[in-house]
């Protein structure tokens, strides 16, 4: 089911269900509700987790062949590491105030 392999690929990612969410626009809440299959996330949304994380179609929808694109999951993940590491360092420099 799409909510097992969002699962997954938020699990492959090393991310929180919340980076995951803000970083395509989605309320976290409603991104709980999907993981917890309560929910089916429109196409719309799918499409966005597509591109955004450079995530292959076909597993997405299908869960048969490879996560990530040919595009490179490796670049994503820097991308992904590079994004947290940035957040971090903002919320540590608005804790010191």
Not at 32 to 43: A, M, N, Y
Not at 58 to 80: A, D, P, R, T, Y
Request: proline share 3%; charged share 25%.
């Amino acid at each position: 089911m799409i909510n097992e392999r969002l699962k997954a690929l938020i699990s492959e990612l090393g991310i929180s269900q919340r980076q995951f969410a803000l970083k395509i626009g989605l309320d976290p809440g409603y991104l709980s509700r999907i993981l917890k299959g309560t929910s089916v996330p429109p196409e719309r949304i799918l499409l966005l987790i597509e591109k955004v994380f450079s995530v292959n179609k076909n597993w997405l929808e299908s869960g048969e062949g490879e996560i990530f694109s040919n595009q490179g999951s490796s670049l994503v993940k820097k991308q992904i590491l590079e994004l947290i590491h940035l957040m971090n360092t903002k919320l540590l420099h608005l804790k010191c105030f």
